[in-house]
């Protein structure tokens, strides 16, 4: 953990710390890219980002995955607001991973499983998330975690991006004194 900035706004008192950098997340994301590829044991990937943020992870764990290791990645976007879509996704690879920028409650997790029609043709399926906060409601476990960060109720993961690249992790602690 980096940097604590504090500021006051609206009568409340917000702290941010900078949980990772632009760089540590690179770091983390090469990483999780190669447990990726030993997980699926060489078979070809559908990989899908969810939402704006989950995409820019997933388009990054591709770019490792196609250009580092040479593996087979189909990339695919699943926007998770109330009418999910999917489309795209094809029945000749063997491995689906779902990745995110943070999971948390695991309701975006379990909402974008249960869209993907072709889900029970995959012969495996992982979830991956940047950033681990536990506090699941729903039985869903991200097998592929860059950090395990146990927040508080009143913490917030800001989870920023830059040109549409992940940039860095804010955690945001709201004080209402």
Avoid: C, W
């Amino acid at each position: 953990m980096d940097k604590l900035i504090t500021k006051f706004y609206d009568n409340l008192f917000f702290i941010l710390m900078i949980l990772l950098d632009q760089n540590r997340l690179q770091r983390i994301l090469k990483r999780m890219a190669y447990q990726l590829v030993e997980t699926s044991a060489g078979r070809n990937i559908d990989l899908v980002g969810l939402n704006e943020r989950g995409y820019s992870v997933a388009s990054v764990l591709e770019e490792h995955m196609t250009k580092e290791i040479n593996i087979d990645v189909s990339l695919h976007q699943l926007f998770v607001d109330g009418t999910a879509e999917t489309s795209g996704f094809t029945r000749k690879n063997k491995v689906l991973i779902a990745a995110d920028d943070v999971i948390y409650s695991g309701k975006t997790m379990f909402k974008a499983l249960n869209h993907i029609e072709e889900l029970y043709d995959y012969e495996d399926v992982y979830v991956a998330a940047v950033i681990d906060r536990g506090h699941r409601k729903l039985p869903v476990e991200a097998g592929i975690v860059g950090v395990e960060v146990p927040t508080k109720i009143n913490e917030h993961v800001d989870f920023q991006l830059k040109n549409n690249k992940p940039h860095q992790v804010l955690i945001t602690k709201i004080n209402p004194e």
